[in-house]
């Protein structure tokens, strides 16, 4: 045990690995405040499927050598969230298909662009790298680290300032709309907070893995508790105490950071299910 | 008796989806305080044409007018209950407080007077005892008092009640009818889409047959 401590806090010597811990620490408190209300209104997939997109962006950004990929990233990504999230309803393709067929076509392009136009010696290192963020979150500038803190900022004091019309769009976007709640506008909000959270958890966990963040804390949390607010702080609690436990495991074990973290993930998923499991048959 | 006031004024209305138009060239008056009932086969326009009264829908042409000084915001609307809504985790104050969202603006709290009308709303459909129980452990009677309740925060003179009973127990929806009633007799104009004929004849003072309406508009 003290060799650990030891080991941590010769790490924590490093400034990689505090910037790994304050960007973990706040694509996780962001995005599972979000993945609450996506998960209800049936949106789980969202996730994965902009993640995808992102991936795709990133790609193109790398062909047009573009020095700062976040421009490019960023606009792509909010713009095809507003597609998917505020079409909704009179889309010709309908939710879920509508999802898969641009995320599994992003990632398709995006890997086809990176192969043909790859300047590097190791495509696959690349792509994995992506897809898995296994080094990303440790390889971060300054500059990153601090785009990521403003973005989480605004995503935060965005959702702590129209929660209640977060609640209300979520439960019954009908009524909300009958009583004279702009949910258009609110929507489109969503997407977008939805679209920077995914682009600033890409860094964290990867392409493949952004969705697990979204979810897996939504899920626990409701399994236990039963008012939106305390499922939304319990979510926000599991995410980052999870991040937390992932970046510390990954950093002492040399484990992969993104799925280090869903596993933490995982596993709190599993004692909130048995908690409500007991629970359930307690009353 | 009374001198009757309109409330709601339609004129040449034609509500619908895609390319098909499910309410035709239809005039019909709501007047203040009447308790009416809509009733017809699925698929007739009866949600369609409350849908349209809510504000949800606008018109393909002809006119809703709103008479008397009836504002939007004094609409309460019940909409049928969706499949997210039914194992949703949240506390029954929380879902009638949100009723009061389409009137603040953007304060992120709620005001003193609206959580003391939320209690109030919650009494009138006899669910305050359930304040802060969880909405997806209550009963499908529960869940739509509770539903009534936030509709009724939001309305002030005019209820809008989407199948309130449907595939309720017949206690229930007995507990349902009579909240609705006392509010009737409490002055709130009551428009209700049900397939209940009998309670429908019984309670309510008009009835408008959508069957009827789709056949003339041919």
Not at chain 1, 72 to 86: E, N, R, S
Not at chain 1, 214 to 224: C, D, E, Q
Not at chain 2, 38 to 44: D, E, H, K, T
Request: proline residues 2%.
């Amino acid at each position: 045990m003290p060799e650990l401590v030891e080991k941590l806090s010769f790490y924590l010597d490093f400034p990689f690995v505090r910037y790994a811990i304050v960007v973990g620490v706040l694509v996780s408190l962001c995005s599972s405040l979000l993945g609450v209300t996506l998960v209800l209104k049936r949106y789980s997939y969202i996730g994965d499927g902009l993640s995808h997109v992102a991936f795709g962006a990133l790609a193109i950004a790398a062909v047009l050598k573009v020095t700062n990929n976040m421009l490019l990233i960023l606009p792509v990504t909010v713009a095809v969230a507003v597609l998917l999230l505020c079409t909704g309803r009179n889309a010709r393709i309908k939710g879920d298909a509508a999802i898969a067929m641009v995320s599994v076509g992003a990632l398709a392009i995006g890997y086809l662009l990176m192969n043909i136009f790859s300047t590097s010696a190791n495509i696959s290192g690349d792509v994995c790298t992506t897809l898995f963020g296994s080094t990303s979150i440790l390889t971060l500038k300054i500059e990153e680290v601090y785009l990521c803190v403003v973005l989480s900022c605004v995503v935060l004091l965005t959702f702590v300032l129209f929660y209640h019309k977060i609640f209300a769009i979520t439960f019954d976007e009908n009524f909300a709309r009958a009583t004279g709640v702009n949910t258009t506008l609110f929507n489109l909000m969503i997407a977008v907070i939805v679209a920077v959270i995914i682009v600033l958890a890409m860094n964290l966990v990867g392409a493949l893995l952004v969705s697990a963040l979204v979810v897996f804390p939504a899920l626990s949390a409701m399994r236990v508790f039963k008012s939106f607010f305390s499922v939304t702080v319990a979510a926000a609690i599991i995410s980052v105490v999870c991040s937390l436990i992932g970046i510390v495991i990954a950093i002492l074990a040399g484990t992969p950071v993104g799925s280090t973290i869903v596993a933490a993930d995982i596993v709190a998923f599993c004692l909130f299910y048995g908690v409500s499991l007991f629970r359930g048959r307690g009353v | 008796m009374n001198e009757t006031k309109t409330l709601i004024k339609c004129r040449q209305l034609t509500l619908g989806y895609g390319s098909k138009d499910l309410v035709r060239d239809l005039d019909y008056d709501v007047n203040v305080g009447d308790y009416l009932c809509i009733i017809g086969r699925n698929g007739s326009g009866k949600t369609t044409f409350l849908r349209g009264l809510s504000g949800l829908l606008s018109p393909r042409s002809g006119s809703i007018e709103f008479c008397d000084g009836l504002q939007r915001s004094e609409i309460g609307f019940l909409p049928q209950m969706t499949v997210v809504q039914k194992d949703f985790p949240a506390s029954v104050e929380e879902i009638v407080l949100s009723a009061f969202q389409g009137k603040h603006r953007l304060l992120p709290f709620y005001r003193r007077a609206q959580r003391d009308r939320a209690m109030e709303c919650m009494a009138l459909t006899r669910t305050e005892s359930l304040a802060k129980s969880c909405f997806r452990e209550l009963s499908g009677g529960q869940k739509q008092r509770v539903l009534l309740a936030r509709a009724l925060c939001a309305a002030e003179r005019l209820l809008l009640l989407d199948e309130p009973v449907t595939g309720l127990d017949p206690e229930s929806t007995e507990t349902m009818y009579r909240i609705i009633e006392d509010l009737h007799q409490k002055g709130m104009t009551v428009v209700m889409v049900t397939h209940d004929v009998d309670t429908a004849l019984d309670d309510a003072n008009r009835v408008m047959d959508f069957n009827d309406i789709s056949v003339k508009g041919k």
